[in-house]
């Protein structure tokens, strides 16, 4: 991985799990930050907001801190893992507690600058 064209971003905090955030962020690996903005800007899942916060930031870091050129910037890779776990209970019938696990994920977002798609590679 070129370190002087990649710039990256992440969120240890994000109260979704982990298998939920996957499906929507893997919709937009290997896209054009202004196609994948704008799938995030129209999805109907509530953790899209969160999500491009961290692709905005990770564009913000390729701009000022790499003087990468925005508009040639592709959304490399993305990874989602486990976070913590809220632990809360939930009364139920006849004195008994049901246990609620509330996830948390970890995202990080790498965008890279590239002149071409790897369709128009291969």
């Known amino acids: 991985m070129n370190q002087n064209s990649t710039a990256i971003a992440k969120d240890n905090m994000v109260r ?18 202004g196609s994948a903005i704008n799938q995030l800007t129209f999805s109907s899942k509530r953790v899209s907001k969160t999500i491009l916060k961290v692709l905005n930031a990770a564009v913000a870091n390729a701009e000022n801190n790499k003087q990468l050129d925005i508009d040639k910037l592709f959304v490399k890779e993305v990874y989602v893992g486990k976070s913590l776990r809220m632990k809360r209970w939930r009364p139920r019938a006849k004195g008994r507690a049901a246990s609620i696990i509330k996830p948390f994920s970890k995202v990080t977002i790498i965008v890279e600058e590239r002149t071409q798609t790897k369709k128009e590679i291969k």
């Open 16 to 33: 979704i799990s982990p298998s939920k955030l996957s499906i929507l962020v893997n919709s937009i690996v290997d896209m054009r930050v």
